[in-house]
């Protein structure tokens, strides 16, 4: 359960720019006929692991180079990679297929593409959308208010000046998410392995009801522990006298304690990161949310808290005219005028 003390102390990086270990980079070429092509540019310690679980062996180009860091003194540990890939699709359900599977230790992205042809113009929808990194099962709804969300929505790009208000808002709401629900979040995810190893164990189930009454006290024991062990909610267990083979148990427990370490470790990682995001459109933009344009291109940089409780949606809209359907338009207009003078 290293992960546990991590997770809360990772918290203040996920606001600050100094703090960010890793940058990513993606960028969506869309084309009219419903093909993208996709670059993702990361820049990490490490050239074959990464938390998108992309690589050559599906069918990326990757080049890879090493980068150094030019305000340190130059040591091997302190460089770093950038990987970039590339890969053309043939429609954004085939994207999906790769980047938006379901996983709790994998970053999640689902592309939409939609065409409408409205008589003069053909407009054409395309959007990006980051799942959240937060994958814990325990709900957030009694946590989070309406309020809470409406401001990560409007919190501006990484980088760019908030208010001392909102700075205070946002460290406020820092720690709702990492001290308060992070730390519940995280001792259900542990106590539904306890229930597991009890389950499994083939003892009475009147020792889930034993651990049940005292769900509360163990919370409480753990919340007031500032150094949490690997093997709390086992000790716990153990403390209830349940019953169970602990060599035969504790091989189990270090397997589900694993998984969750993944997920744990996966949203460490992911919240630390700096983000851009870049989609170029083929025709003229007419709407979108993005932080800036230029001509065809919509770039965002959205801070990691954006979508890490809930999915955050990137999207742009373009139109062409229809200079045929303008052309026979004008035709038809002509050829009514002409048929009402001919009949006066």
Not at 14 to 28: D, K, L, R, W
Not at 76 to 104: G, H, I, M, P, R
């Amino acid at each position: 359960m290293k992960a546990i003390m991590n997770f809360f102390l990772i918290g203040l990086l996920v606001i600050s720019i100094s703090a960010c270990e890793h940058n990513v980079s993606m960028e969506t070429t869309v084309h009219e006929d419903g093909t993208i092509d996709k670059i993702i540019i990361l820049e990490t310690a490490d050239t074959i692991k990464n938390f998108l679980g992309i690589s050559s062996a599906t069918g990326w180009k990757l080049t890879a180079s090493r980068m150094e860091d030019s305000t340190r003194e130059k040591s091997q540990d302190e460089k770093k990679w950038k990987s970039k890939f590339e890969k053309t699709f043939t429609s954004v359900q085939q994207a999906n297929e790769e980047l938006a599977t379901a996983s709790d230790s994998l970053f999640r992205v689902s592309s939409k593409f939609e065409k409408h042809f409205k008589w003069f113009y053909t407009h054409l929808y395309y959007s990006d959308t980051y799942h959240a990194i937060n994958r814990m099962s325990y709900p957030s709804d009694d946590f989070f208010t309406p309020e809470d969300f409406a401001f990560i929505d409007r919190l501006p790009a990484e980088g760019e000046f908030i208010s001392k208000a909102d700075s205070l808002y946002l460290s406020r709401l820092h720690d709702k998410i990492f001290d308060v629900y992070g730390l519940r979040a995280i001792y259900e995810d542990y106590y539904q392995i306890s229930q597991t190893l009890i389950r499994e164990s083939g003892v009475e189930n009147q020792w889930l009801d034993t651990l049940k009454k005292n769900k509360e006290n163990l919370f409480r024991h753990l919340a007031d522990k500032k150094d949490v062990p690997e093997d709390f909610m086992f000790n716990a267990i153990d403390s209830l006298i349940v019953p169970f083979p602990t060599d035969k148990m504790r091989s189990r427990y270090d397997e589900l304690n694993a998984k969750e370490d993944a997920k744990t470790n996966f949203i460490n990682h992911a919240s630390e990161g700096t983000y851009t995001h870049v989609i170029n459109m083929p025709w003229r933009i007419v709407n979108t949310n993005a932080d800036s344009i230029a001509d065809n291109q919509l770039r965002w940089s959205p801070p990691s808290i954006k979508f890490l409780l809930k999915d955050y949606t990137m999207y742009a809209e373009a139109r062409r005219i229809n200079y045929w359907a303008v052309a026979l338009s004008g035709l038809l207009v002509i050829f009514t005028v002409y048929l009402f003078v001919r009949k006066k």
